[in-house]
């Protein structure tokens, strides 16, 4: 679930205790040693009655309260590729099973300052999504497919005694490693897709320490250990890929609870209606002369293309080589006697270059400033190719077919432009500025979205339309000096242009 919501003020990694990296490696991938040995099914069920007997407090746990705090670093969402930035995310759950009822809020601080800051309340058999800050939904609410189940899930993620009395009670058969020198047993069963999972446990005294999955190489380290309300948890969590921590996270309340707060689960006044979900084909709009809208690309994201001298220049080509193809396919049907000559993205983020692969690969010039062609050919899924590619390298100010390109100094990416169309005086962009589709004015401002507006204020660029990467394909000058002045006083209007 926390992938899915847009997904902490952490300064430093916390290490498992008694060990420093280098251990740590050999902690997982190490043969065990000579005094470990595997025990019939008899001992395994006499163990697994301890541990069961020891955990047994979770299963009264009905009523629960559950905060974290989580860092982990992101290469291809960072200011700069080279130096990756530390997202910091904050998680506040609680859970009532008797009443069916949950609350769910999550941030996360993105680079620029961007904060995505959800809640989910889930009652009466529904469950109700809505954006705290409004930049991304606005007011709109959203129904999601998300249960008490799913919640528990979750936090048995973070939270040991949950994860262990989940495994323990799963009715899967284990197996049992026990090591007497180092004072652990290890518990091992295949899942339905038949990875192999190993749940270590210190014996004296109980807790759980790791847990391990040998085909995918990932990793959960438990540590620290904090005794409150009659039980202990582990407040400092670790987990690993292929033993590359990726994710840092701090307990820092569990605790049982009488009930959650009716407030906590009302929807905010204001909100409302809620947004249609339905899968909608790509649509195809004229927008200006020789100016095309595309709509609903990876769902909620707009890519353009122009008719120039040259053929066809795409503006966009996020998510996935997938999306480039469909997105391809309908230029193909819409523009058939037009050859799609270049490419052109905003910023290196994979989410705004992950399609390039279907361009690169067909011979197509990709537009694009020097930092991002760098981070082109670091990105993992492009590597190995993408020195082949074709590029053009674009300078701030520089005009191609009519549409200049300005390379702003800002918070959020090293390299990141934004296109404006001189004839129609049309600006495409992403993650320069995301006011939502219903044009409802946030409540929190980036920093980066301050830059580019005062940026497009003392360069003195007219326009009549924002077309964002993200959500809002028509964002006004109206509604953009509206949201600037909300939250940082008025702005002049001017007339001139520059070209």
Same mark, same amino acid.
Request: include cysteine.
């Given at each position: 679930?926390?992938?899915?919501?847009?997904?902490?003020?952490?300064?430093?990694?916390?290490?498992?205790?008694?060990?420093?990296?280098?251990?740590?490696?050999?902690?997982?991938?190490?043969?065990?040693?000579?005094?470990?040995?595997?025990?019939?099914?008899?001992?395994?069920?006499?163990?697994?009655?301890?541990?069961?007997?020891?955990?047994?407090?979770?299963?009264?746990?009905?009523?629960?309260?559950?905060?974290?705090?989580?860092?982990?670093?992101?290469?291809?969402?960072?200011?700069?590729?080279?130096?990756?930035?530390?997202?910091?995310?904050?998680?506040?759950?609680?859970?009532?099973?008797?009443?069916?009822?949950?609350?769910?809020?999550?941030?996360?601080?993105?680079?620029?300052?961007?904060?995505?800051?959800?809640?989910?309340?889930?009652? #009466?058999?529904?469950?109700?999504?809505?954006?705290?800050?409004?930049?991304?939904?606005?007011?709109?609410?959203?129904?999601?497919?998300?249960?008490?189940?799913?919640?528990?899930?979750?936090?048995?993620?973070?939270?040991?005694?949950?994860?262990?009395?989940?495994?323990?009670?799963?009715?899967?058969?284990?197996?049992?490693?026990?090591?007497?020198?180092?004072?652990?047993?290890?518990?091992?069963?295949?899942?339905?897709?038949?990875?192999?999972?190993?749940?270590?446990?210190?014996?004296?005294?109980?807790?759980?320490?790791?847990?391990?999955?040998?085909?995918?190489?990932?990793?959960?380290?438990?540590?620290?250990?904090?005794?409150?309300?009659?039980?202990?948890?582990?407040?400092?969590?670790?987990?690993?890929?292929?033993?590359?921590?990726?994710?840092?996270?701090?307990?820092?309340?569990?605790?049982?609870?009488?009930?959650?707060?009716?407030?906590?689960?009302?929807?905010? #006044?204001?909100?409302?209606?809620?947004?249609?979900?339905?899968?909608?084909?790509?649509?195809?709009?004229?927008?200006?002369?020789?100016?095309?809208?595309?709509?609903?690309?990876?769902?909620?994201?707009?890519?353009?293309?122009?008719?120039?001298?040259?053929?066809?220049? @795409?503006?966009?080509?996020?998510?996935?080589?997938?999306?480039?193809? #469909?997105?391809?396919?309908?230029?193909?049907?819409?523009?058939?006697?037009?050859?799609?000559?270049?490419?052109?993205?905003?910023?290196?983020?994979?989410?705004?270059?992950?399609?390039?692969?279907?361009?690169?690969?067909?011979?197509?010039?990709?537009?694009?400033?020097?930092?991002?062609?760098?981070?082109?050919?670091?990105?993992?899924?492009?590597?190995?190719?993408?020195?082949?590619?074709?590029?053009?390298?674009?300078?701030?100010?520089?005009?191609?077919?009519?549409?200049?390109?300005?390379?702003?100094?800002?918070?959020?990416?090293?390299?990141?432009?934004?296109?404006?169309?001189?004839?129609?005086?049309?600006?495409?962009?992403?993650?320069?500025?995301?006011?939502?589709?219903?044009?409802?004015?946030?409540?929190?401002?980036?920093?980066?979205?301050?830059?580019?507006?005062?940026?497009?204020?003392?360069?003195?660029?007219?326009?009549?339309?924002?077309?964002?990467?993200?959500?809002?394909?028509?964002?006004?000058?109206?509604?953009?000096?509206?949201?600037?002045?909300?939250?940082?006083?008025? @702005?002049?209007?001017?007339?001139?242009?520059?070209?």
């Amino acid at each position: 679930m926390r992938s899915t919501l847009p997904f902490v003020h952490l300064n430093e990694t916390v290490k498992p205790q008694g060990y420093d990296l280098k251990t740590l490696n050999a902690y997982f991938y190490m043969s065990l040693c000579a005094t470990a040995f595997t025990v019939h099914a008899s001992d395994a069920h006499t163990v697994i009655s301890k541990l069961k007997h020891h955990y047994a407090f979770a299963q009264n746990l009905d009523k629960l309260a559950i905060s974290y705090t989580s860092q982990s670093e992101t290469r291809f969402q960072s200011n700069d590729f080279r130096t990756p930035f530390t997202i910091h995310s904050r998680y506040d759950m609680q859970l009532d099973t008797t009443k069916q009822q949950f609350f769910f809020h999550d941030q996360h601080v993105f680079p620029g300052n961007y904060i995505f800051d959800e809640k989910i309340v889930h009652q #009466q058999g529904e469950t109700i999504l809505y954006d705290v800050n409004g930049f991304t939904k606005g007011k709109q609410l959203r129904f999601i497919e998300y249960s008490l189940q799913d919640l528990k899930e979750d936090m048995s993620i973070e939270i040991d005694f949950l994860a262990a009395y989940a495994f323990l009670h799963d009715g899967t058969e284990k197996t049992a490693q026990f090591n007497h020198a180092n004072n652990w047993v290890e518990l091992t069963q295949r899942d339905d897709e038949e990875e192999q999972i190993t749940y270590r446990f210190t014996l004296n005294p109980i807790n759980l320490s790791s847990i391990s999955y040998k085909n995918s190489a990932s990793s959960t380290v438990f540590s620290t250990p904090q005794h409150s309300h009659n039980f202990t948890y582990a407040s400092a969590v670790q987990h690993f890929n292929n033993t590359t921590l990726q994710e840092t996270v701090h307990v820092t309340r569990v605790a049982p609870i009488t009930h959650i707060p009716p407030e906590l689960l009302e929807v905010p #006044q204001g909100y409302g209606p809620f947004i249609d979900d339905q899968e909608k084909n790509l649509q195809w709009v004229q927008i200006a002369p020789k100016i095309y809208l595309i709509n609903y690309v990876a769902g909620n994201r707009h890519v353009l293309v122009q008719e120039n001298p040259e053929g066809l220049t @795409v503006f966009g080509a996020p998510s996935s080589r997938d999306v480039s193809e #469909q997105v391809i396919a309908l230029i193909q049907k819409k523009l058939p006697q037009k050859p799609i000559s270049q490419v052109y993205i905003t910023h290196g983020h994979s989410d705004h270059m992950g399609g390039l692969a279907a361009y690169g690969e067909r011979g197509i010039t990709l537009v694009v400033d020097s930092h991002s062609i760098a981070a082109i050919k670091a990105y993992q899924k492009f590597s190995q190719y993408a020195a082949n590619w074709r590029f053009k390298t674009l300078t701030h100010g520089q005009t191609l077919n009519g549409v200049k390109y300005y390379l702003p100094e800002n918070s959020h990416a090293h390299g990141q432009s934004f296109a404006y169309f001189i004839d129609s005086q049309i600006i495409y962009q992403g993650d320069f500025l995301e006011i939502p589709f219903d044009n409802t004015l946030p409540t929190h401002m980036a920093d980066v979205e301050k830059e580019f507006i005062e940026f497009l204020k003392s360069e003195k660029i007219v326009y009549n339309r924002i077309v964002a990467h993200h959500r809002n394909n028509n964002i006004s000058p109206e509604v953009v000096d509206a949201y600037y002045q909300a939250h940082h006083g008025k @702005v002049t209007k001017n007339k001139s242009i520059t070209r």
